[in-house]
């Protein structure tokens, strides 16, 4: 007999049997199907029930994000008669003339009839069909077929609506029947409320508690959204300087990379982008300040130390926060004492600051040959520098951390996991470390964390896949987490270990709690391989992955085409060179298809492998809507990729 959908979802890690139970109950009140029972009452997003559903299926699914961008020819649409797509939910997205496939998203992608009713009117040997919400699939026919370019607006709003599909799929897996789900504003209402993910505690001031907005309301802009705008609008401004054209975007990603690195909480990594961003805005075009350059010219020095507030008093009426501002009066500051405004030297130089100036001091080094120095310096030369002036002008564990992060170790280890990590928070350093690097030998990208505080932010930023966190933080304080974590609907099934030594009733009331399991920290071998576990069954029940960003400074091409081909990666591989954007879309380690600035195809291909100093940026749950037009391994391809040579590619895009 098969099971049912709640005893899959429990299996799966999504919900919890409690969970279950909870739905069940309000399924006895409201009549609904047990999926949008969960959905209703915040114990499961929409989003991950799809995801489900597409893997049980065995199909991928279509967000309206994706259908909304979806560039679908007059001649596919054609193939299927707008009155068929309106009866059946079915939306026509690309057709393979070669092998007579056509693909669809579908709202019952396991519906074989309606599959070979579509085969027959299409004259086409075969009909592949992706899974999509029933609302999300009515709009983009609306758009497609009637041109209508409001049709994926009204999505924004209508959360009664999309609930109701999420109960239609849920009931085609259940094979059961029932009346039809209802809509209810105050059940809305009640989900919205629990898109918040709370730290128990008394309120600060009335209707205020101490929470962090997990997933803020439709229309906030987020920390990540704004990020988003700078990098827009920053390199825009920097598109005309020849040398520092998106310098500031480089800045920015490299340095909160080495933030997450050294253990700082995601708002403060946050920060750490936003003062990347601005470090030379309102600062002569001419003349790039920096601490290494500074530290060799005495005019520079004195030059920079006039511009050192000038972002600062820019941005005066936008109120940023204050770590943001002390970073960027700080950016010229020396590890020993001897930079400029202040002269300020050791820890009294936030850390922030110690890292940005490093990496924008090695970047100058690298990229621009009107630096201090007069030339451009090789990768082994600025490395060279940063060693050498570990202690003085750069803090030594800064420094190291930017060396590594250079050498592509850690963006490696982020591609490979597909951009997914572990999180400890735990107080004691010689545990935290000794964690750290038996995860690191599992295999995992591990970020630490001092202070409980960081657990509660990385849940806002949906930025752990295991989350560890140590019992001495206090029973009463983990136990809160784990509540925390459970009572929101993207982290509900999220793999919660609490490392200690507990006895058999604490030990129980954790696990009672929601803790999926307890580890020993004075066997942190042990731990990390349990922890690799639970990370390889989350990626096994299809949890999401991350975007990867990096340059092909940190990793040449050709390594990173090798890579995602002997890794079997898919997904989709943007390159950004100056104002040119392109990509690469891959399936299980072949080239499928190429696009960049109106060329397709092999000539697609051709000019992206020639970018050198282009950003990039790797989306491994990327899909593809268009037909493929090739089928390359990406070994070969790694072997076409030029060599890092000076090239006119901007002239002939």
Not at 21 to 39: F, M, P, S
């Amino acid at each position: 007999m098969a099971k049912k959908l709640g005893e899959r979802l429990v299996e799966a890690g999504l919900v919890t049997t409690e969970a279950i139970q909870k739905a069940l109950e309000h399924q006895k009140i409201t009549g609904h199907r047990l999926g949008d029972c969960l959905v209703e009452i915040g114990l499961l997003q929409e989003a991950a029930l799809l995801r489900f559903l597409a893997a049980e299926f065995q199909t991928r699914f279509v967000s309206a994000e994706k259908l909304a961008k979806a560039r679908i020819p007059t001649e596919v649409l054609d193939k299927v008669p707008v009155r068929l797509a309106e009866a059946q939910n079915v939306l026509p997205l690309a057709i393979d003339p070669e092998r007579k496939l056509l693909s669809v998203v579908a709202a019952e992608p396991q519906n074989k009839k309606l599959l070979d009713e579509i085969a027959l009117v299409t004259g086409l040997s075969e009909v592949y069909a992706y899974v999509g919400l029933r609302s999300t699939i009515a709009a983009a026919i609306r758009k497609h077929y009637y041109g209508d370019p409001t049709a994926f607006a009204s999505l924004e709003v209508v959360t009664a609506q999309i609930r109701a599909d999420v109960s239609t799929m849920a009931s085609a897996y259940e094979s059961t029947t029932g009346p039809a789900p209802r809509s209810s504003l105050q059940l809305r209402l009640e989900t919205d409320a629990r898109l918040r993910i709370q730290r128990p505690g008394p309120p600060a001031r009335p209707n205020t508690s101490r929470s962090d907005v997990l997933q803020g309301s439709r229309g906030t802009v987020t920390d990540k959204d704004y990020i988003e705008t700078l990098s827009i609008l920053v390199t825009m401004q920097e598109r005309d300087r020849k040398h520092h054209r998106g310098h500031s975007a480089q800045v920015s990603r490299q340095a909160s990379v080495v933030a997450k690195r050294l253990g700082m909480p995601p708002r403060d990594v946050a920060a750490v982008a936003i003062a990347g961003f601005l470090h030379d805005l309102g600062k002569p075009a001419e003349r790039h300040f920096c601490l290494a350059s500074n530290a060799v010219n005495a005019e520079w020095m004195a030059e920079a130390k006039r511009y050192s507030r000038v972002p600062v008093k820019l941005f005066e009426s936008v109120h940023l926060p204050v770590q943001v501002n002390t970073m960027l009066a700080q950016l010229y500051e020396a590890y020993d004492g001897s930079g400029t405004p202040q002269g300020a030297k050791g820890d009294d130089i936030t850390l922030g600051a110690r890292i940005l100036a490093t990496v924008d001091s090695f970047l100058e080094l690298t990229k621009n040959p009107a630096n201090a120095y007069g030339k451009v310096f090789t990768k082994d030369q600025a490395l060279e520098h940063l060693l050498e002036n570990s202690g003085k002008l750069y803090d030594p564990l800064v420094a190291d951390i930017v060396m590594r992060v250079q050498s592509g170790e850690l963006l490696r280890q982020r591609i490979a996991n597909d951009g997914r990590q572990i999180l400890v928070v735990e107080p004691e350093e010689g545990t935290r470390t000794d964690l750290l690097e038996s995860s690191q030998k599992q295999g995992l990208v591990v970020h630490a964390l001092s202070l409980l505080e960081g657990a509660y932010d990385a849940l806002v930023y949906q930025d752990c896949d295991v989350l560890v966190v140590g019992l001495k933080f206090g029973l009463d304080e983990v136990l809160s987490l784990i509540q925390a974590v459970r009572a929101s609907p993207e982290h509900a099934g999220l793999p919660v270990v609490v490392l200690g030594d507990p006895d058999p009733g604490t030990r129980e009331r954790l696990m009672m709690g929601g803790a999926t399991a307890v580890l020993a920290p004075a066997a942190p071998d042990e731990a990390a391989k349990t922890i690799r576990a639970l990370y390889d069954d989350r990626i096994q029940h299809n949890g999401p992955a991350r975007v990867v960003r990096g340059s092909l400074d940190e990793m040449p091409a050709q390594e990173l085409l090798k890579m995602l081909g002997a890794g079997k990666k898919s997904g989709r591989l943007y390159l950004k060179q100056n104002a040119h954007e392109g990509f690469l879309h891959m399936e299980q380690g072949k080239l499928v298809y190429a696009t960049v600035a109106g060329q397709n195809g092999e000539q697609a291909m051709q000019t992206l492998l020639s970018f050198q100093q282009a950003d990039f940026r790797y989306d491994p749950d990327a899909l593809l809507l268009d037909v493929p037009q090739m089928d390359k391994d990406l070994q070969v391809v790694a072997q076409q990729a030029t060599t890092r040579r000076p090239t006119t590619t901007t002239a002939t895009v």
